[in-house]
C-alpha cells in the first residue's frame, strides 16, 4: 500500500468468489474488485471487472420520514446520540411495516431538527424512535442504505 493511498492491493487468491466474499466480510472489509484472469485493465465500463460490496447494519435515531406521492419513501437518520444528520434510507419494509411507521411518525410529529434544511414533503418527529438500516461498510455517510426494523427508545 503507498504512503496516503487509499487502495491496498493484494496477491491473486485461488477460489471460488462466494466463499472469498464471505471471508472477506467477516473480516470487515469494504469488499472486493475481481476481474477476470485473462483480461488487461481499460478504463470504462466492463464486464471483465466486478466491484462487490460489503453491507452491515447499524442502529441510527429517526428525524423524520420523507414522503412523495408517486416517490419511494426515504428514512432521515442521524448518528446516536448527536442528532448529526447521518443520511437517508430507503423505506423498503412491506406494507404492513410501512403502515406502522408512518402511524408512528404522525404520533411523535415534532419540529425539524436544528440546522436542517427545509425538506417539503417530510414529515419530522421527536427524539426517541430507533432505527436498524443496512447500508455499505466502510463510508462516511450513509450509502445504499435500507430501513430492516425500528422501536422506541425505552
Not at 460490496?53 to 414522503?67: A, D, M, S
Not at 423498503?92 to 411518525?105: D, G, K
Request: some cysteine.
Amino acid at each position: 500500500m503507498r504512503p496516503g493511498s487509499r487502495i491496498q492491493f493484494s496477491e491473486a487468491l485461488p477460489g471460488e468468489a462466494d466463499a472469498i466474499y464471505h471471508l472477506l466480510d467477516k473480516a470487515g472489509l469494504e469488499g472486493m474488485v475481481s476481474k477476470r484472469s485473462d483480461s488487461k485493465y481499460r478504463s470504462g465500463p466492463t464486464t471483465n471487472w466486478l466491484k462487490t460490496k460489503c453491507f452491515t447494519v447499524g442502529e441510527f435515531e429517526l428525524l423524520g420520514v420523507e414522503r412523495e406521492k408517486g416517490k419511494p419513501a426515504f428514512a432521515l437518520l442521524a448518528e446516536p446520540g448527536t442528532g448529526k444528520y447521518a443520511g437517508s434510507a430507503f423505506v423498503s419494509v412491506n406494507r404492513e411495516m410501512r403502515e406502522r411507521l408512518w402511524n408512528r411518525v404522525q404520533e411523535h410529529a415534532g419540529p425539524a431538527p436544528k440546522d436542517m434544511k427545509k425538506r417539503p414533503a417530510t414529515q419530522w418527529v421527536k427524539p426517541g424512535i430507533k432505527a436498524r438500516v443496512k447500508h455499505l461498510r466502510g463510508e462516511e455517510d450513509l450509502r445504499h442504505a435500507s430501513l430492516q426494523d425500528f422501536w422506541e427508545d425505552d
